[in-house]
């Protein structure tokens, strides 16, 4: 299984990103998928997470409302929708399938991982 995150870059606080986790192999439908961050000198922390089906998403609260996880199994992909944007979420944002069936926000419970996207949010 191979993830291929893309879609960071420079943005203005206020502005909106649109990251895409594209996902190699014929089972990605059956996987949780989630979304996490890591700022420098932080650890990765737990951003957003999607049921295989995409009907039930769950967000960490300082993206809440600002932030939409999606996915389309039939591309093999998984979105995260950035609006609002402001300077602390700037990081490397990574994709990760998850390794069970729970919702969890804890990284080790995933076991595969793109190679991260750099966003950054200028004041």
């Known amino acids: 299984v191979q993830l291929q995150a893309s879609g960071g870059g420079l943005v203005q606080a206020g502005g909106s990103l649109r990251l895409s986790c594209a996902a190699s192999g014929r089972t990605f439908s059956s996987y949780v998928m989630g979304w996490f961050r890591q700022a420098p000198g932080k650890e990765r922390e737990f951003v957003a997470v999607i049921s295989s089906s995409g009907s039930t998403k769950y967000y960490a609260d300082s993206v809440k409302g600002r932030f939409t996880i999606s996915r389309d199994n039939a591309k093999n992909t998984v979105y995260l929708q950035m609006n609002s944007l402001k300077p602390e979420d700037t990081a490397l944002y990574y994709c990760?399938?998850?390794?069970?069936?729970?919702?969890?926000?804890?990284?080790?419970?995933?076991?595969?991982w793109g190679q991260g996207t750099l966003v950054t949010v200028s004041s």
């Open positions: 990760a399938r998850s390794s069970s069936s729970y919702f969890s926000r804890n990284p080790g419970d995933y076991d595969y």
